[in-house]
C-alpha cells in the first residue's frame, strides 16, 4: 500500500503584520489561497522512517533536518506509534519562495501518514499539530482558501470567491522569512475588512488593493528582483492586481479565469524564461472526516521573526 497527498504551493493575496509578540512572532492577518503548482509526497510502509527527495528543487533540501521528517516524527510521538514510513517528496516548487513549499509538504506528510497508518485522527487535529512546527502548517494541513488567525491554529473560512486565475512567478532567488522581518520597518496594521463575498475576480482585485503585504518593501529591499518580476506582472494583459506572496521572492498576479492566466505565463515565459512560472489555482479538496467548516472571522496569524 502506498499513500499520495499533494502539496499545492500557498498564496498570500494580503499580509498585514499587526502586532510583535514578546516571543518574536509577528501576528498577521492574511488571505489564503492554493495555486495548482504542487509538490507531491508519497507515503509507503516500513519499518524505519526515512525521507527521499527528487524533483526540480530537491537538490536544494538535501540533509536530515527536513520539515517533513520533523512532521512524521511528531505525528509518531503523538500517537506512540512504532510504525515508520518510507517518504518520498518530489520537489516541484521553490525553495525559501514565500509560497509555503515546506509547510505543504510538512502537512503533507501529515495527511498522508494518517491515512497509511489508518489513526483517522482528522483535519483539525493533525492541524493543531502542524501549529507547533509552522505557522502556516495548519492552514495547509486545511489546503483551501482560509483566513488566517493567531499563532496561525486560528483558520476561518474565507469569503465566497469568485472564478479567477492566479498566476506565479519567481525570479529564482531564495529569501530567508527570518531576514525580511528584520528588514521590515515602519509601523503596524490594522486588520483587513473584507466583504462576505466578490461577484468577480475584478471586483475581488480592487477590494485586495486596498490591503498591502507589508513585507514587500523589506523584500524588495533585500532582492531587488523582485521589483522587476511585479513591474512585469502589472504590464500583462488583464492582469488585475499584482503583489508579492508571503516573504517572497515569489509574487503573483490575478486574472479573470485560468485560461487568462495560463496565456499570460507564455507571454511571460517568452520574455523571462530562467524565471520559474506557473499557473493556475487549486482544486478545493473534499472535505475530510472530523474537519467542521470554519465560521468564525479571524484577525490574523503568525510568521517566525527570529
Same mark, same amino acid.
Given at each position: ?11 498570500n493575496?494580503?499580509l ?17 489561497v ?12 516500513d ?32 500517537t ?12 516541484a ?6 509560497i509555503?513549499?515546506g509547510?505543504?509538504d510538512?502537512a ?12 483517522g485522527l482528522?483535519t ?8 507547533g512546527?509552522g505557522?502556516d502548517?495548519?492552514v ?5 482558501? =482560509? $483566513?488566517?488567525?493567531?499563532?496561525? &491554529?486560528?483558520? %476561518?473560512? *474565507?469569503?465566497?470567491? /469568485?472564478?479567477?486565475?492566479? #498566476?506565479? +512567478? ?21 486588520p ?15 477590494d485586495l =488593493? $486596498?490591503?498591502?503585504?507589508?513585507? &514587500?518593501?523589506? %523584500?524588495? *529591499?533585500?532582492?531587488? /528582483?523582485?521589483?522587476?518580476? #511585479?513591474? +512585469?506582472?502589472?504590464a500583462?494583459p488583464?492582469a488585475?492586481l ?25 507571454a ?10 506557473a499557473?493556475?489555482? %487549486? ?6 472526516t472530523?474537519?467542521?467548516a470554519? +465560521? ?5 496569524a503568525a510568521?517566525?521573526?527570529?
Open positions: 500500500m502506498s499513500v499520495t497527498e499533494t502539496a499545492h504551493a500557498k498564496v493575496l494580503f498585514h503584520v499587526l502586532d510583535r509578540r514578546p516571543d518574536g512572532y509577528h501576528t498577521l492577518d492574511s488571505l489564503v492554493f495555486a495548482a503548482p504542487a509538490d507531491t509526497l508519497r507515503a509507503e510502509p519499518e524505519t522512517m526515512s525521507l527521499a527527495v527528487d524533483g526540480p528543487f530537491g537538490d536544494a533540501l538535501a540533509g536530515p533536518d527536513n520539515l517533513v521528517l520533523r512532521a512524521a516524527q511528531a505525528l509518531a510521538r503523538e506512540g506509534t512504532a510504525r515508520g514510513a518510507r517518504l518520498t517528496l518530489t520537489k516548487l521553490p525553495v525559501a519562495a514565500g509555503g513549499g509547510s505543504a510538512a503533507a506528510a501529515l495527511r498522508a501518514l494518517d491515512r497509511l497508518w489508518r489513526l482528522g483539525n487535529r493533525l492541524a493543531a499539530l502542524g501549529a512546527l505557522s502548517i495548519p495547509c494541513v486545511h489546503g483551501q482558501p =482560509a $483566513r488566517m488567525g493567531g499563532i496561525g &491554529e486560528r483558520i %476561518a473560512a *474565507a469569503p465566497a470567491l /469568485p472564478r479567477f486565475g492566479l #498566476l506565479l +512567478a519567481n525570479p529564482g532567488v531564495a529569501l530567508a522569512t527570518a531576514a525580511v522581518f528584520a528588514a521590515r520597518s515602519g509601523g503596524f496594521d490594522s483587513a475588512t473584507l466583504p462576505g463575498s466578490w461577484p468577480d475576480a475584478a471586483t475581488m482585485a480592487r =488593493a $486596498r490591503c498591502r503585504n507589508a513585507l &514587500e518593501p523589506a %523584500a524588495i *529591499a533585500l532582492c531587488p /528582483p523582485i521589483a522587476t518580476v #511585479l513591474d +512585469a506582472l502589472r500583462l488583464g488585475h499584482a503583489r508579492l506572496s508571503g516573504s517572497g521572492a515569489t509574487c503573483f498576479a490575478l486574472f479573470d479565469d485560468d485560461a487568462a492566466a495560463a496565456d499570460a505565463a507564455r511571460l515565459r517568452a520574455v523571462q524564461p530562467s524565471w520559474w512560472i499557473a493556475g489555482v %487549486a482544486p478545493t479538496p473534499v472535505r475530510r472530523g474537519t467542521p470554519p +465560521a468564525a472571522a479571524a484577525n490574523g510568521d517566525p521573526s527570529a
